[in-house]
């Protein structure tokens, strides 16, 4: 199972540029958009995080382009992996795997999505859609255009997106349903309990991804940082 991502230019709120973040998975064609305040690694992971809880489930494999949040450098042709997003890729038990520089058809399923999502959410004279007033607005209108994308039969397919979803989670991984350590800290320990420093209350030290944002925790079902499983 593939999930692809990318992301497109969204609408300016109150003069402040915003970010879509589009997903499309290839078997049942199920577009998923959200809009983001930026494209930062805790943003990306925390939309990622709420995909998979709308889904239902992660898939084996998760798409996208060679961006610093995914890949720092790539040596004798082969990608290093920005280690944030190994922390992620394992907590969800997800493969994270990138395109060819330069070759955009490689994911062209969400290349599509994206140019979809802009055409009909993004304020413009052809379009006929008003500016919008707040991010709140934003996100409502991302989910009317989801609940529309999704409920109309798709034309390769022939069934509707969601309809084929229902097939699509019988193979999907589960996700971890733990909530997030409100101790974590910056430096990916859990800080100080009552039974000593980076101690949960049965006295083993974890450690744990964090991955804050202010603009993902503005998106609702956002887990802001999720942590990771201990190894």
């Not at 890949?71 to 969800?92: E, K, M």
């Not at 974890?206 to 804050?212: D, H, I, M």
């Amino acid at each position: 199972m593939w999930l692809q991502y990318d992301f497109g230019d969204g609408p300016r709120i109150n003069r402040v540029k915003t970010v879509l973040f589009v997903a499309w998975l290839a078997f049942s064609r199920f577009r998923l958009v959200i809009p983001l305040r930026d494209r930062t690694a805790p943003s990306v992971f925390a939309a990622l995080d709420r995909c998979f809880r709308v889904l239902g489930g992660a898939p084996t494999y998760v798409l996208t382009d060679n961006e610093k949040t995914v890949t720092t450098a790539h040596v004798a042709g082969v990608p290093v992996r920005n280690q944030q997003t190994l922390d992620f890729a394992r907590h969800y038990g997800v493969t994270v795997l990138t395109c060819q520089p330069a070759d955009p058809a490689s994911k062209g399923g969400v290349e599509a999505s994206v140019k979809l999502a802009k055409a009909d959410l993004v304020p413009k004279d052809t379009n006929l859609c008003a500016d919008y007033g707040s991010f709140a607005e934003l996100e409502a209108a991302c989910e009317a255009f989801m609940d529309e994308v999704n409920n109309r039969e798709h034309r390769t397919i022939r069934r509707k997106p969601a309809a084929a979803l229902a097939e699509e989670q019988s193979r999907q991984h589960r996700i971890p349903d733990a909530a997030p350590d409100p101790r974590c800290s910056a430096h990916g320990r859990v800080r100080a309990g009552p039974h000593g420093s980076g101690e949960h209350p049965d006295g083993h030290v974890r450690e744990c991804s964090v991955f804050r944002s202010s603009a993902s925790a503005r998106v609702p079902g956002v887990c802001p940082h999720p942590w990771r499983r201990p190894r």
